[in-house]
């Protein structure tokens, strides 16, 4: 019996681990992505000034 209940908790606790692994890899990729949607922005709005000015880019 107890060591039923022990492979049961155990068995949860690691795909309790295993899910948080997953959670904060898609997290990652998530603040990856902002990350990079802000700088394409950045680049974009450079350009766009760039142009309207007439400055040259660096």
Same mark, same amino acid.
């Given at each position: 019996?107890?060591?039923?209940?022990?492979?049961?908790?155990?068995?949860?606790?690691?795909?309790?681990?295993?899910?948080?692994?997953?959670?904060?890899?898609?997290?990652?990729?998530?603040?990856?992505?902002?990350?990079?949607?802000?700088?394409?922005? #950045?680049?974009?709005?450079?350009?766009?000034?760039?142009?309207?000015?007439? #400055?040259?880019?660096?």
């Amino acid at each position: 019996m107890a060591r039923t209940a022990l492979l049961v908790v155990a068995m949860l606790g690691l795909s309790a681990g295993l899910s948080a692994c997953n959670t904060m890899r898609g997290a990652g990729q998530d603040v990856s992505s902002v990350g990079h949607d802000v700088s394409r922005g #950045a680049n974009a709005s450079q350009k766009a000034i760039t142009r309207s000015t007439g #400055a040259s880019e660096r």
